[in-house]
């Protein structure tokens, strides 16, 4: 029953070291998102998957590259690390991206700290 | 650009009492959900509601979306230390291709 799985679930990163988050589901879901959490901002997002083979800038792309490797897998890479890059990341995923706003299902999050 | 305005930002309430949490917005919605998210772990979906003047409960919450779409509310009766956490809301829009445009959250802490 493991839905939306995110590693790793911690990482501290030097200033412009690369790295990659990774994000799995398994509900057979076709689009998926990746989100940052700051305080007092909500969820801002950074790219999405509307379906496998496709991606889509979103709100925060600067910094990032993202990668759709199946249907089950999407992952977020920081070519090098900044200290505004601190945050917790989220993964989530849906059954489509378009319709009355399709429930979104929401990994534990990765915490990222760039010193 | 589409926003979602939450009020009050902070709350915090002895148990036994009611609040409401307020979330805004200019722009009309197609849909809007409420999640809840809880330390280290991700938002955790509540309600979706999708009728203009739409009322849903869950067993002490009630949700409302605004007769013209633009705003909801969650209401809390006889809060719990259980309801302790982040309560986000989210809206959706056909011109936006469904993506959800979250609220900045409303940190609720319930004290016994």
């Known amino acids: 029953n493991a839905g939306v799985t995110q590693t790793p679930k911690f990482q501290v990163l030097k200033t412009g070291q690369s790295m990659t988050l990774q994000c799995a589901q398994d509900m057979n879901h076709n689009s998926m998102y990746w989100y940052r959490q700051d305080p007092g901002m909500g969820l801002r997002l950074i790219y999405y998957?509307?379906?496998?083979?496709?991606?889509d800038k979103g709100e925060v792309p600067n910094g990032y590259n993202v990668s759709r490797l199946n249907k089950r897998e999407f992952s977020l890479r920081l070519e090098s690390a900044a200290p505004s890059q601190t945050s917790v990341y989220f993964c989530a995923s849906s059954e489509a991206s378009t319709g009355v706003g399709q429930p979104q299902h929401f990994g534990d999050g990765t915490r990222l700290s760039i010193l | 650009t589409q926003l979602l305005e939450q009020s009050p930002q902070f709350l915090s309430i002895q148990e036994g009492e009611n609040l409401t949490v307020y979330c805004n917005s200019s722009?009309?919605?197609?849909?809007l959900q409420w999640y809840r998210q809880e330390p280290g772990e991700g938002p955790v979906l509540l309600v979706t509601?999708?009728?203009?003047?739409e009322v849903k409960k869950l067993k002490r919450l009630t949700f409302q979306f605004g007769d013209a779409r633009k705003d909801s509310s969650l209401h809390i009766t006889a809060a719990q230390p259980g309801d302790t956490g982040l309560y986000l809301c989210?809206?959706?829009?056909?011109?936006?291709?469904?993506?959800?445009?979250f609220g900045q959250g409303t940190e609720l802490s319930v004290k016994p």
């Open positions: 722009s009309v919605f197609s849909s």
């Open positions: 989210a809206g959706a829009s056909y011109n936006q291709g469904g993506k959800l445009i």
């Open positions: 998957s509307a379906s496998e083979g496709t991606t």
């Open positions: 509601v999708v009728t203009g003047g």
